[in-house]
T-cell receptor, first 112, second 114 residues
């Protein structure tokens, strides 16, 4: 699986958009970009994933650059409950392999 | 629909003992994976079971083992516990039908080794 690079920490004001970047310059053509988050002392929670098109769901939007070497997770209106560690992971989606390679992630602190 | 259930949530053991952790996946999910999370190493993949067969294994010593039953429930065992085994152990399940690669994690079992 390809490696990802994320900033160790970010701050965001409550109610503002949080934009979390991720670099994955060695991503392969069949690898998807996944985002998970982990709120303190809980299990990681799936947020969103995509291959090359931008994706949006009820939690967030995922913007993937045209060359697929980087992506941005956008939380449109951050709340205090969005304070968590956010992990960007690239992997193939087929085969339902349960193996995820987690990096150190980005600790997002949402401030009032 | 019930989520992934892990038991026990907390436990304390002493060095040299062994421990067994249990994971019940979401109904219908046949893949169960285990992860170890420590402050120093972060989240690390231990192993994955699918239809009672181990199909992926991380880089952990043989003291760490697991199994999966016919109802997809899984257990992991750590023998001859060491202080460094103190960690949050997380279980995740996934559905073969959706084929999205999305994993659903439980709340974890926090093991303290004294």
């Amino acid at each position: 699986d390809a490696k990802t690079t994320q900033p160790p920490s970010m701050d965001c004001a409550e109610g503002r958009a949080a934009n979390l970047p991720c670099n994955h310059s060695t991503i392969s053509g069949n690898e998807y970009v996944y985002w998970y988050r982990q709120i303190h002392s809980q299990g990681p929670q799936y947020i969103i994933h995509g291959l090359k098109n931008n994706e949006t769901n009820e939690m967030a939007s995922l913007i993937i650059t045209e060359d697929r070497k980087s992506s941005t997770l956008i939380l449109p209106h951050a709340t205090l409950r969005d304070t968590a560690v956010y992990y960007c992971i690239v992997r193939v989606a087929t085969g339902n392999t349960g193996k995820l390679i987690f990096g150190q992630g980005t600790t997002l602190q949402v401030k009032p | 629909k019930a989520g992934v259930t892990q038991t026990p949530r907390y436990l304390i053991k002493t060095r040299g003992q062994q421990v067994t952790l249990s994971c019940s996946p979401i109904s219908g999910h046949r893949s169960v994976s285990w992860y170890q999370q420590t402050p120093g190493q972060g989240l690390q993949f231990l192993f994955e079971y699918f239809s009672e067969t181990q199909r992926n294994k991380g880089n952990f010593p043989g003291r760490f083992s697991g199994r999966q039953f016919s109802n997809s429930r899984s257990e992991m065992n750590v023998s001859t516990l060491e202080l460094g085994d103190s960690a949050l152990y997380l279980c995740a399940s996934s559905s073969p039908d959706r084929n999205t690669g999305e994993l659903f994690f439980g709340e974890g079992s926090r093991l303290t080794v004294l």
